[in-house]
Each structure stands twice: as C-alpha cells, then as structure tokens.
C-alpha cells in the first residue's frame, strides 16, 4: 500500500535553520499552509514557528486551531461572509486590490480588533520585477493578476493600510529577492518610509533551507529594511520548512513490454497525489528499494530512510540496465513520471521511493479515477514509523458528495 512517510527529524532540522534566521534578523518566521497543512507534523514546527500563513479561511481556521500564534491571512479575494469571520481572529488581513480593500474598507477599520490595534491589513503589491524560471509561478508576468502593480500605487487612498505584501519567488536565493528589493526600494521608498506602513510582509519562495543559500545576506537585508524603514519584517516561507524531509512510497503493479518499451506500473498517480511533477512540470528522484544481500551503491539517499533498508538511485533513461516508463494504474495517457532507469530489473511487489514529496503534495492530493489514496506516516526521531491518517472507500465516496 502507497504511503506517504514525513520525517519528524529532517523536518526539525529545516525549522531551526529558519528559527535562527528569524532570531538573528528579527524577522517574523510564518508557516505558508498552502505548501504543507498536516497538523500532526506542524505540531513539531509550532515551537519553531512564530505562526502562519493562510491563502483563505480554511487555512486560517487550521491555523487558530492547530499552530495558533499570529495568522497572516492573504487571499486574491474574499467573499464577505468569509471576511467577516477572518476579522474575529487573524492578525494581519492582506488585500489584492484596491477594489477590494474600498469595497471591505469600512467593515475592516470598524472591527473591535482593529480598533485596538490587534488586527491589521495589507496589501499585495507587484514590483512587476520577474526573476522566476517557471511562468506558471511567476506573479510579476505580464498581466499577472497577483498584486497592485507599484505603478498604480501612486493616487491611491491607502488609509487604512499597515502593511505591504509582496511575494514573488519560487525556489529561489537571496540575489533574485535583492534585486527585486531594490526595484520596490526604486518605485515605493516614500511608501515604504510613510509611518502608516509597519509591516513589509515578503512572500514565499526563499529557500532558506538549502545549503547553499546565503543566509546572511537575507539576515543583512532584513535588518536594514526593518531599522531603514521602522518595519517588522514578515517572512512566509512554505517549502523551506519541509523541503527535504518526506518521501511517497509505492508499489509496483505489473510489469509489461509494449511498442518497445517497458512499463512499471504502480500503485499511486503522479496526477491525483503529486500534480506538480505534471503541472510544473520536473522530474523528481527516484529510488528503488535494494534486494537484502545486493551491496546498493551508498552516496545518494531518498530524504527519507527506513531502518535497515538501502536504495538504489534511478537514472536517466538507459544510464542504468534496465529502464522502464514509471505509470499509474489510471486511465489518463499523460499520468507517467517518466522513463527511468536501475541496475537491476524490476519486478511486482517492488517498492520506489519518490523523493521529497512533503510539500506541494498532501495538500494537493485528489482521488481521481478513485485509486487508493496513499496512508500518511511520521517517522518519528527513534526511528518508529507511526500512522496519523489511513484512507479507505468511504473517504472516496464521501468527497464526491
Ligand atoms: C502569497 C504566498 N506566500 C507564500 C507562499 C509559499 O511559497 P513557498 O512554498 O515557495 O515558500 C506562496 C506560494 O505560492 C504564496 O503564494
């Protein structure tokens, strides 16, 4: 049975490099729940954490629930039931646009909470700065609909707003946020320095937890942008918390020849439990589960490792002897992770290991052509694997209503 196994230790180790960078920059370190929202695990990044990120109400709601602390919420729109229950306890509440924000204006400014100062709102801007490689999330393309673009800031009646958002990064370092930086520093220094704006929220995208990122130079850059323009900073990282730190396990289904090609087929589809591989698309590493006795070649490991096992990496299409087509037991031509190849052959029964499949991946997941949904696992720091979620016919049935 398909599993997906999050490890409680690799994920530790991404939330004290992010917790150190928010002590040594003063940075307010959030948890974007749209990357990674399985609150059995974010319980070991609470103490880390000093809150979250929601792109919505439900978000919010696992966060008051689940990681409490300060909700940031930013949505590209809210309807106004929705707002009215995020006013009684969000902290931060970002706008998209300026319609909206004088559409809710009122309702916002006369909350009790906002009164006190406990509530205050944002909003997204644009820099119209691109720096990302994947057009698919890049909101600074032309045309994008993610943000007030800075140009059009200018007559703009912001009374009422505390705060700037911008978020503009994918799996990035520190130059793209610097020169992205300096264009905001370029076209809003006045805004920036108004002492109505208090909070300069920067997104996602950082991949703080990467080794070779720069942390000082985010911590540097952090530092000057809060005593420069008496500004807390907010990051929203979601990937850098559980980047490296969980795996999807599958089985493979059957094993057949067809028009010249070999096929492994397994037990879980890259379209219902890991559509970015589809979507962004990339090809994620791949490792196959060594036979006892054969001596796997140690140096490359699947993020996570279960006690006793040792793996063998895939290759690229005929770089090892044996290549197959990884696919779905689906019905959708295109639901294939792509040809791999290993030293040895395949067979039924087999277990693959798909490589760091943590974030992006559970909160995504559907039943599409009703296949079994993989179970869902910690494994925790004594190396014991438990189970926090298992699915079964009635979780398909019930969500098709
Ligand atoms: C507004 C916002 N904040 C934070 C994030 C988290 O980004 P990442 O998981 O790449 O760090 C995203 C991702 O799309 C986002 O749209």
Not at 213 to 242: H, M, N, S
Not at 251 to 279: C, K, N, Q, W, Y
Request: proline residues 6%.
């Amino acid at each position: 049975m398909a599993e997906f196994i999050l490890s409680v230790p690799a994920l530790e180790h991404n939330a004290r490099i992010l917790r150190a960078v928010a002590d040594a920059s003063g940075a307010k370190m959030l948890i974007a729940l749209k990357a990674f929202a399985t609150t059995s695990a974010l319980h070991y990044l609470h103490p880390y954490a000093d809150g979250a990120c929601a792109s919505g109400l439900y978000e919010a709601l696992l966060a008051a629930e689940h990681l409490g602390k300060h909700i940031a919420v930013y949505s590209t729109a809210y309807s106004k039931d929705d707002l009215t229950r995020l006013l009684d306890f969000a902290h931060h509440i970002d706008f998209n646009s300026l319609p909206q924000w004088m559409r809710f204006r009122d309702l916002c400014l006369q909350h009790p909470r906002a009164l006190t100062g406990e509530l205050q709102f944002g909003l997204r801007v644009n820099p119209c700065h691109s720096t990302g490689h994947t057009p698919l999330y890049d909101p600074c393309a032309p045309g994008s609909r993610l943000g007030v673009p800075l140009c059009d800031l200018h007559d703009a009646d912001l009374t009422g707003i505390s705060g700037l958002h911008l978020h503009t990064l994918c799996e990035q370092y520190t130059d793209d946020l610097i020169s992205t930086i300096a264009t905001l520093e370029e076209l809003a220094a006045p805004l920036l320095a108004s002492p109505a704006i208090r909070y300069l929220n920067l997104g996602g995208g950082h991949w703080i937890t990467k080794a070779d990122y720069d942390r000082t130079a985010l911590e540097e850059l952090i530092t000057r942008l809060q005593q420069q323009y008496k500004v807390q900073v907010f990051l929203e990282p979601g990937e850098a918390w559980c980047i490296h730190s969980g795996v999807l396990r599958a089985r493979v289904l059957d094993v057949f020849e067809s028009l010249g090609h070999h096929h492994a087929i397994l037990d879980v589809s890259v379209s219902a439990h890991m559509p970015d591989v589809l979507e962004m698309p990339y090809r994620p590493r791949v490792f196959c589960l060594a036979s006892p006795g054969i001596n796997a070649p140690h140096g490359q490991q699947p993020a996570v490792c279960l006690p006793g096992e040792c793996y063998d990496a895939a290759g690229a299409d005929r770089e090892f002897p044996y290549t197959y087509r990884l696919g779905a037991p689906t019905c959708l031509a295109g639901d294939v992770l792509g040809d791999f190849s290993f030293p040895r052959a395949l067979d039924i029964g087999d277990t693959i290991v798909l490589d760091d499949m943590a974030q992006y991946t559970i909160v995504k997941t559907t039943h599409f052509n009703g296949v079994a949904h993989p179970s869902i696992a910690l494994l925790l720091s004594d190396g014991t694997k438990r189970y926090v979620r298992r699915f079964s016919y009635r979780d398909y049935v019930c969500r098709l209503g």
